[in-house]
């Protein structure tokens, strides 16, 4: 795990998306994992602005949506396919073929999350997978409990989180329950993980996930065990990091490992 500390929510986006341009000019047929929220929209504004200035091509892209809430259709205003399609997929030049998806609304729950286990299988596995952190300490959907080698399947949202996304409804009854979301297992296989946080509500979930135990009750807190988990976050939401100093030195002085070895 790397903890890197940026001074306010536009750094946080742009060392996010200096990463991800890194790791597609390694891999142009990058597996990228999508996020939704407030937090990464302006990870995708970075990234869109770099497709404009021709830096980055999504042509051999593939992206894999992280969760969908369960009873909405794609098209629906609320749904995650419409988050992404509206702030970041339809900006860029994706192919339609390479965008994948949760169904909001599946023929058949278990076949429709088994069906996008495996379609990440086939592609290799997310190469770059994009976190936010709930106040509970949630990624994606895995709420507190969610088993920490869970697959994709549906789950109960907390209440906690029920409130917290009802500022994207017109009343907190409009939220959904119920959630499809990719599994915590399923999450780990990535070969690098981006968790940004930003803002001082964030604070005690980014100590827990990063100096906490490792707990199913804190589900954020299994990125320890990824070798190649960032946790991006500003001065407000790592405030209660009590090795803010150690990460910050590390963070600076990581590519110096190479003048050791001239």
């Not at 900006?91 to 058949?108: A, V, Y």
């Not at 690098?192 to 509500?201: E, F, P, R, T, Y």
Request: with cysteine; charged share 30%.
């Amino acid at each position: 795990m790397e903890v890197i500390f940026t001074s306010n929510y536009e750094k946080i986006c742009e060392e996010a998306a200096r990463i991800i341009l890194r790791e597609w000019k390694k891999k142009k047929n990058l597996a990228l994992g999508l996020a939704t929220g407030a937090t990464p929209l302006g990870v995708y504004k970075e990234l869109i602005e770099l497709y404009q200035k021709k830096e980055i091509d999504f042509s051999g892209v593939q992206t894999f949506g992280l969760d969908e809430y369960l009873g909405l259709e794609e098209d629906h205003p609320q749904s995650f396919a419409h988050y992404m399609k509206e702030n970041f997929l339809k900006h860029i030049n994706i192919k339609k073929e390479n965008i994948f998806r949760l169904d909001g609304k599946p023929s058949d729950i278990d076949t429709n999350c088994q069906e996008y286990e495996d379609k990440i299988k086939s592609c290799g596995g997310i190469d770059v997978q994009i976190l936010g952190i709930g106040r509970n300490g949630h990624i994606g959907f895995n709420e507190p409990g969610s088993s920490l080698s869970s697959r994709t399947r549906v789950k109960t949202l907390a209440e906690e989180t029920v409130k917290d996304n009802a500022c994207f409804f017109e009343n907190e009854r409009e939220v959904p329950r119920f959630c499809l979301t990719i599994g915590i297992g399923t999450v780990m296989e990535a070969k690098m993980i981006i968790l940004l946080a930003s803002g001082g509500n964030k604070k005690d979930a980014v100590r827990q996930c990063v100096e906490g135990p490792v707990t199913a009750s804190v589900p954020a807190s299994v990125l320890q065990f990824h070798p190649q988990a960032k946790i991006i976050v500003d001065e407000d939401a790592g405030a209660l990091l009590s090795r803010k100093g150690y990460y910050e030195w590390v963070f600076q002085n990581k590519e110096r490992v190479k003048d050791y070895l001239k």
